[in-house]
């Protein structure tokens, strides 16, 4: 600690300066002066902890010392003893008005000074440590207030802030909002990736959101104007006006503002983003119901396209114009069912022409395609199968449908289910195909002394003979009645290398006329079985 000692009376000052064991108590003197003139330009260079003052000084006496060092910025925490031959009361008063932390009267002992010097250093390093603290804790408020003020803006918009609680909450993280205060909000956000771009992939929308928000927040940033990101990781705008600020012309700065986002947004970012906007300003407490406006204005790209600012507009309530006849239906089921996917897409195209594309709103074309979606369902579960095991990954858009944003959007996903059907069917079948087959390969080895056709073994496995000649056909690549043939002559062959007699090759093999086993087993292996020795 730094310790400057101001007072007139030489000796004393040079016994104050030198004959206190200052430094065994970490105390440094860094200048003994005079007179309060001299301690302020000696205070100018030397940084002063702890001030020892006398009173009546010439040039500039202690009080006056004491005044200009506390109207000095960095001079609030110095601590300032007063040293006086003086026990005036008006003295000590003003003392007390400027903070001074101890008054003692000449002649003072050696020990009540150096208490007195002690005792403001430990308080001065006790209020360096809260001050550091306090410094600490103001960074990190300021290093969190964006965090702080994004979640405010969450919670207002998803109303759960009362309107007592939007001005409470607002001050305590720096956003000016009074009593009269008018809101309103916009929703921006990226549009749906194409399947075929070579940039991006659906994975990647989660960085281009916060590539849209850092460019918003340097584009849009200024009074008035909130960007933050809502819960769902689009670009929320809220945009705050003063009680007399005209609402047109405050609407007019909120297209202007999005306008100037979306423009950039495809220049620098190379890709389109859309935007929904309320219906116009309104109070702080119905900031949630204007925001409700902007996202469903934002849905409605999924009718108009992408690239654009959609203002939210009263919907009036009709009876739905979206119809899907149910001949198409039918051709798509079946074209499904027998995994046929070009007759599917092609029924899937007129179910598409007759809902989606004569929708005029979201809710009509969101309703076309649930429409189609629990067509798909319906043909699933009659399999069997669970829905998330045919479609993958899109079951994300069977859950919420309105995580479609866009007609491409939509039409992909469509001809993906199409195609993830058919495709499950066929692997389904083929799956199927292999335990019939396995069945019959079973009945053969086990039966191979047996007469056996194709018609018994169908007649067996509750099949069709026909079904099931083409089915082992397509999986072993020769007919039933080959495979058998090569099965028998394999075990005759076998019989008789390891010694046995041609009738009892014949009865293993199933044949009861030995001389038609003879004929047989001459014409298929180019030697009579009495020629097949060991």
């Not at 902007?294 to 108009?304: G, H, K, N, P, S």
């Not at 003979?465 to 020769?478: A, C, I, N, T, W």
Request: charged share 25%; aromatic share 8%.
């Amino acid at each position: 600690m730094n310790l400057m000692i101001v007072e007139d009376e030489p000796r004393l000052r040079s016994a104050l300066a030198h004959n206190m064991p200052w430094e065994e108590h970490g105390i440094e003197v860094v200048g003994a002066v005079p007179n309060g003139r001299e301690a302020l330009k000696l205070a100018e260079r030397k940084r002063v902890d702890i001030a020892l003052v006398d009173i009546q000084m010439p040039e500039m006496d202690g009080l006056a010392l004491i005044g200009n060092l506390r109207r000095q910025q960095d001079r609030s925490r110095m601590k300032i003893i007063i040293l006086s031959g003086h026990d005036n009361f008006e003295y000590a008063r003003n003392g007390i008005e400027f903070g001074v932390m101890k008054y003692l009267l000449k002649p003072a002992g050696e020990g009540d000074i150096l208490s007195a010097v002690l005792s403001a250093a430990n308080e001065l390093r006790e209020d360096m440590k809260q001050w550091q603290t306090g410094a600490e804790l103001r960074q990190k408020w300021t290093e969190h207030l964006p965090h702080l003020q994004n979640s405010f803006f969450q919670h207002w918009v998803g109303g759960k802030y009362a309107r007592w609680e939007v001005l409470a909450r607002g001050a305590d993280v720096q956003v000016d909002v009074t009593d009269g205060t008018q809101a309103a909000a916009a929703v921006v956000d990226i549009d749906p990736v194409p399947e075929d771009s070579p940039r991006f992939g659906s994975g990647d929308i989660p960085l281009l959101q916060f590539s849209l928000l850092c460019l918003a927040k340097e584009l849009l940033t200024r009074p008035g104007c909130w960007v933050c990101g809502d819960a769902q990781g689009r670009v929320l705008l809220v945009f705050l006006f003063e009680p007399g600020d005209d609402p047109n012309d405050a609407m007019l700065r909120i297209h202007d503002a999005v306008d100037k986002l979306l423009f950039h947004t495809k220049e620098v970012l190379k890709l389109t983003a859309s935007a929904g906007i309320c219906s116009g300003t309104g109070d702080i407490g119905d900031l949630h119901l204007l925001y409700e406006q902007a996202c469903r204005a934002l849905q409605e790209r999924i009718v108009y396209g992408q690239g654009i600012a959609i203002p939210y507009r009263e919907q009036e309530r009709r009876e739905r114009r979206v119809r899907i006849g149910s001949g198409g239906e039918q051709t798509l089921a079946i074209a499904l069912e027998t995994a046929d996917e070009q007759k599917a897409l092609e029924a899937l195209i007129v179910l598409w022409n007759e809902g989606y594309d004569r929708a005029e709103t979201s809710d009509e074309a969101l309703e076309s395609v649930l429409h189609l979606q629990s067509l798909f369902v319906r043909i699933i579960q009659k399999q069997g199968w669970m829905v998330k095991d045919v479609v993958r990954d899109d079951i994300v858009y069977f859950q919420n449908v309105k995580l479609l944003g866009s007609k491409d959007q939509t039409w992909s996903l469509l001809v993906r289910t199409v195609r993830h059907i058919c495709d499950y069917m066929q692997s389904q079948r083929k799956k199927t195909s292999h335990q019939v087959v396995k069945q019959i390969l079973n009945i053969v080895e086990r039966e191979l002394d047996q007469e056996m056709t194709l018609h018994t073994v169908a007649d067996r496995l509750y099949v069709n003979p026909s079904y099931l000649s083409r089915l082992f056909k397509q999986e072993m690549g020769v007919p039933f009645s080959a495979y058998v043939l090569e099965r028998k002559m394999e075990r005759a062959k076998a019989a008789l290398l390891e010694g046995g007699k041609v009738y009892d090759a014949a009865r293993r093999t199933g044949y009861r006329d030995v001389s038609y086993f003879t004929k047989v087993f001459r014409k298929y292996w180019g030697v009579t079985p009495g020629e097949m020795k060991p």
